[in-house]
Every structure is written in C-alpha cells, then in structure tokens.
C-alpha cells in the first residue's frame, strides 16, 4: 500500500534531518566547519579480556530426549504385539512423565502472559557455555526511531508503541495499522481478520443499521479486536465513535457507531480496507553489537548463563518442539540409519534463537557480532566485510576452524550449519587476494 510506504519513509526522512542538525541560510555569512569527531568506541567496543587460542569452539547441546509428551502414542497398539521388558520400561517412564508435565502444564495456564515466558525460559534445556559471558543481553534498532537508539526487544516495542501513539493525531489509520501488526504477536491476524469483515460489511451495506452499531460488549469484538493494541483506534479512524444507547428502554450501553453519512463514504472505508491488508510490522533489526579483541592464552573467560532471550520460545516454538519430542520418543523404539538420524535433528536445531559468531583473524584478532539462527551465512560475510579495513575487496574465505572446511553454501541459516548458540570461525584471505596483497606490502586487518 503507497500510504503505508509514504508514511514509513516520511518518518525516516524527518529522522534523517534532525541528524543534519540546525538549518543555516546561504547568505548569514557564518562559516561552518566540516571537521567532525568520531568517538572511538562509537562502531564498535574493545574487550580488554580474551580468550585462549583453543577456547570457545562450538559447544553441542546435548538434547536428552523428553518422554513427557509422548505417551499416547504407544495406547493405539495396545495388544498388536508383545513388548519387551525394554519398552515397557520407557513406556511406563514416559507416562509417568506426562503426568508431570500435565500438572506443569496447568499451573502455567493459571498465570498471567509475562509468567509464561519465565516459565518457558525456565524450562528450556540450559547448558553453560565456554563462551556464555561474552554477550549479555541481545539488543534491537529501528529504522523508524534511527539507527543509533539500541534497545531490548521489549523496551524497543515499547518506544514503537509510544512513536505510533503520537502519530495517531497525524495519520490514525496508517498509525494503528503498524499497531495492530507490530504490537499483538499472533492475536493480530485475527484481529486483521475481523477488522477486515467489519469494515467490508460497511461497504458492501452501508444503508445496514446493524453494521453501522458494535455493541461494545459483543464477545467477538472484546476477545478479537478491543483486547489488541491499535484495534479500537483503527475502528475510531475509520469513523466510528463511541457513544452511551439504550436500545427498547433498557439500560444505557456502550456502541460503537458509525453516522450513515461516513458509512457512505466508501472511498475511504475502502481505502482503510487496503491499508490493512497491506499491514505489516514495525522491522526490527537485530543489533551485531560488535566487539574486537586480541587473543591471549593466559586470561580465560568465565563461565556463566546465556541470556535468557537465547532461550525463550513463544507459544508456537513450544509447541513445534514438544511436537518434535513426541516423535522423538517414539522413534526410540524403532531402528533407524544413520541418515535418517541426521534428518530427525533437524527437529531440534532451532532451540535457540540467537547465536553469537567470532571471527577468527590470521593475526588473532577476533570479530564477535550477535545474529539470528535462521539468518543466513552470507549475513555473517556481510557483517566481517564491513569491518575489514579494505571492504572493497571481499574476496575471503570462512572456515570450520575444527573440521578445517570451506563455510561456502551461503543459502543456509547458521542454524543448519550449526552454528548456534555459538561458534568461532576462521577468517582466510583468498589465495590470489593474499598473494596479491604481500606483494604490495599491506596487512589484513580489522576496523578499530
């Protein structure tokens, strides 16, 4: 939608001016400088500990298979053949475990939104890692709010809300369409949803008194459409007002309602139909938060927990997982190849959902930057090309410093690679590039 884009771009182009900071006329006379400082730690930090050279290479997590949610499978062949003492054994443990599990299950549905994320981060398979105190928390940008603001996803979300709030006076619809879709998670496409038949009814009955009146208290529109952040504002943008009616001399009530005059307006009501089908979310960018380091084999670092956002699983990634572990478990019991053993651990591979990658110099500098699990190779190539001190020239090789192999399929995630929650890889130039730069005398090396 060309609104949508107009209204994104509006915001980072006012975003750019205020960093070109005050306005001069041509003709003042006032001579303005062009020199500028640059704070040396304004791209990237230095650590003053390291690392031992043969320390933080990646570290496999161990997944114990969890019989918990697996029980039910064995109920339908019951009696089909006998059992041996075996299976018995881990079909009763696993019964005994799902069992637990249920009562889990149920105290976490008695508690409020923010305790079912500490109880899936508690919950999550936490191993300690070599390299578990390099990154403390795991930060996000903007666009819209400007590059150099670096928050929490929470505190991100929450600066989005508080920006789009203020923008409801400029441009409602447009405004609470980035709500909808940027603040609500998976309550929002149902909210989209019915939105959408509100306002197609308007449209398409405009004469219709019943589609022109939403009694506050119908059950659909709380539990879809008022339980949404921007879901009201988007109903008030489109011309609805709320107002006190009593309908046959019964007590007043609150409705949404809507003059016939506005609901005749069809242009705009289709206009805001399209803007919401084009709806998308506020992007968030996942910050590198790059750090430089020298390696020394006497200082090791310490080990302590990953963040807890390495861990944390929303609904749905829980669910795939425990998916993943009632087929694990029955699979036990069944004799499977080597390929396909491969295969099945594709189904776990994606327990965490950040990694943080070190990139290993020639001249044992280090280069760590923070990254998704499901953002390509080619992103981490990106990021290292960036940072070298002749970026023009990306002709480098990315290497398993432990099977020494070439990282050269750039089309998969680092989670495929297995590259998570950690890793090292090292940094070559390539051959020719290498000898072509020796011959002119200059150094590889990275950005300070």
Known sequence: MNRLKEFLKKKKVKDNFKKAGPGRKLNDGTVVGTGYTVSPTSSVRREASSTSKGAFLISERVASADFAAQAAYKRMNVGVKQETATQRNIRLKALRELE?????????????????????????DEQSFEHSNVIQNVYF??????????LTKYEMRKKVEDFLRLQLDDDALVASSLMIFSLNGEKRQIASETLQKYVQNLIEHPEETKYRRIRMSNKALKDRVLCVKGGLEFLLACGFEEKLESLDNSTPEKFLIITEEKAMDIASLVQALEILRAGEPVPLKLY???????????????????SPDFFQLSAEELKK?????????????MLRTQEMRIRDETLRRYTYKYTVIRTRFPDDFFLQGTFGCYEKLSNVREFVSQHLAQPDLPLFILKDPVSGNNLSDETKTLGELSLAPAAVINFEWD????????????QVTVTF
């Open 321 to 333: 997982e425990q998916a993943a572990k009632t087929l694990e478990a029955e699979r036990m019991l």
């Open 431 to 442: 051959p020719d590039v290498l000898a072509s730069y020796t011959q002119q005398g200059l």
């Open 100 to 124: 637990k599990e249920r009562e889990e299950a149920d105290i976490l549905a008695g508690k409020n939104e923010p305790a079912k994320t500490d109880y899936v981060a508690q919950t999550v």
């Open 288 to 306: 590198r938060d790059p750090v430089v380091f020298k390696a020394s084999e006497f200082v090791k670092l310490t080990n302590e927990d990953l």
């Open 141 to 150: 940008t903007c666009e819209l709010l400007g590059e150099e603001l670096k």
